[in-house]
């Protein structure tokens, strides 16, 4: 008998990452943009993604939706009440030697991070399109919702920049993490890194959502202690009531830019700050973690 499907996806997704040669920073900066990644499983028929309409907006698909919309595209017969859709999800941690380099930086990110941030979404958006190709090869109506013409991202006054599939709810979904006080989402793998989907109508496995809540990765949330996302926002776009999105999208896409573009040549966005030099960047954090980080940083922060 041959492998599972979640096996076989598990495998196909790892060797994407590590034998393709768009998986490189390019330009001067040489080396992996990531290195091995989390996959995991969420069924369409998971409550959660009822709740994310109403967390996030009605405008963000469900994974049934979606596959109803693509079939209706294809000319293919499925419909969200009688069908069944699963998600694939993954998280592509940053490689150490670009987390290392922006580790360092307190106001604008490395060159070797606006590398990644750029050309490691054109990998991610490569690799969408590989899962995606593999799952149709088998038979099954698959697709990418990035990568669909139902994507778009913008302000709603309910919740500020929002998109109609978040890859990180997604990815919480799929049992990969959870949120913390900057909305990055905390993997076993840490905050330093991106994360991708394809739904597929195949009946797949769901991954345990291990923790308790959407935070529950979080040190701040957990034990009250911690912060150190909030320390390293050169805008202050990260205090105890949580991430401010219109400060940081206004730094981050606006001044990061102009930087990215007259210092890398790169046309990117995103500063990376809040996910690099903190006790949650290659893991789910712990009170060790973060008083080793703080001596190493010669001060102790609550």
């Known amino acids: 008998m041959g492998a599972k499907l979640e096996e076989q996806l598990r495998v196909k997704i790892a060797d994407f990452i590590a034998l393709s040669p768009s998986n490189r920073l390019r330009g001067a900066k040489s080396g992996h943009i990531y290195e091995e990644p989390l996959v995991g499983f969420a069924r369409g028929e998971d409550p959660v993604f009822k709740q994310y309409k109403i967390i996030i907006g009605e405008?963000?698909?469900?994974?049934?939706?979606?596959?109803?919309?693509?079939?209706?595209?294809?000319?293919?017969?499925?419909?969200?009440?009688?069908?069944?859709?699963?998600?694939?999800?993954?998280?592509?941690?940053?490689?150490?030697?670009?987390?290392?380099?922006?580790?360092?930086?307190?106001?604008?990110?490395?060159?070797?991070?606006?590398?990644?941030r750029y050309y490691g979404e054109l990998f991610n958006d490569e690799l969408r399109r590989h899962v995606t190709q593999f799952l149709q090869d088998e038979g099954y109506l698959a697709g990418a919702p990035v990568l669909s013409k139902r994507f778009y991202a913008k302000r709603f006054e309910t919740v500020g920049y929002a998109s109609t599939w978040s890859e990180r709810h997604i990815a919480y979904a799929a049992g990969l993490g959870t949120f913390s006080l900057s909305d990055g989402l905390i993997t076993p793998k840490g905050k330093a890194m991106r994360c991708g989907s394809v739904v597929v109508n195949a009946r797949l496995e769901s991954t345990e959502r291990k923790t308790t809540g959407i935070r529950g990765n979080c040190l701040y949330f957990t034990k009250g202690i911690c912060k150190r996302c909030a320390a390293r926002c050169p805008v202050g776009a990260i205090t105890e009531r949580g991430h401010d999105k219109d400060r940081c999208r206004g730094y981050a896409s606006v001044k990061m830019n102009e930087y990215a573009k007259t210092h890398y040549g790169l046309d990117t966005y995103g500063c990376g700050l809040c996910q690099t030099n903190v006790p949650c960047e290659s893991g789910i954090p712990g009170e060790t973690n973060l008083q080793c980080l703080n001596k190493e940083n010669g001060s102790v922060r609550g």
């Open 59 to 116: 405008f963000h698909l469900t994974p049934l939706e979606y596959l109803e919309k693509l079939a209706k595209e294809e000319k293919k017969q499925f419909t969200a009440a009688n069908g069944f859709a699963s998600v694939v999800s993954w998280i592509l941690p940053f490689s150490d030697a670009v987390k290392e380099s922006n580790r360092r930086q307190t106001r604008y990110p490395s060159e070797e991070w606006a590398r990644g």
